[in-house]
């Protein structure tokens, strides 16, 4: 009998991300999750270097790895749907959660203690997931308002907002010092 895990993960380049949205450029969320593992790893590298931490950077990019591995089954829930009410966010969590746990059937069983730790982070991990998730969606609206597309002005600045609001001085340390980048050219690289 085979089993299908890797084969869903496959499926990840095509779910689409944005949806509500006009883009210049469509994102799928293979391309999101891996930007988020690396974010996710650079947040921790600034908190251990800068701030004494003792974060796992390794454990914290498995977590970002798997972060939104249920949307394969649930697709991608628009922010603003997502998050309209307490209810509605209670509700979406329980499907994620049950979306996760049906991925996990589709392993071997002695293989499942070993992936399922990594889909839901414990809070010291789920906050430097969190922050690297909004973080790539900073960059998305940073790279489409770039390109000269004001659709994501608004979803820029509620998403800048949003992060400031975590109070991470990881995040104000990453927002200071590498998103400016994103809005170069690559000679200005």
């Known amino acids: 009998m085979g089993y299908s895990f890797f084969a869903m993960l496959g499926r990840m380049k095509y779910i689409s991300r944005w949806g509500l949205m006009r883009s210049t450029h469509s994102e799928n969320l293979s391309e999101h999750t891996l930007d988020v593992a690396y974010i996710c790893h650079a947040l921790c590298a600034i908190r251990n270097s800068r701030f004494g931490g003792s974060v796992d950077c390794g454990q914290a990019v498995l977590y970002a790895l798997y972060h939104d ?29 049950d979306a996760a746990q049906r991925l996990l059937t589709r ?17 010291e991990y789920h906050a430097l997931v969190k ?52 809005s170069m050219t690559l000679d200005e690289l």
């Open 69 to 97: 591995c249920s949307e394969i089954l649930t697709g991608d829930m628009p922010t603003p749907v997502k998050y309209q009410n307490r209810m509605l966010r209670d509700a979406y969590r329980e499907v994620e959660r």
């Open 107 to 123: 392993l071997p069983e002695d293989l499942r203690p070993g992936f399922a730790p990594w889909f839901e982070a414990p809070e």
């Open 131 to 182: 922050a690297a998730d909004k973080l790539s969606a900073l960059i998305k609206c940073v790279e489409e308002k770039k390109a000269g597309n004001s659709e994501f002005d608004r979803a820029y600045r509620t998403t800048l907002d949003s992060l400031r609001a975590m109070e991470l001085p990881e995040v104000e340390i990453f927002l200071q010092e590498f998103i400016p980048a994103y």
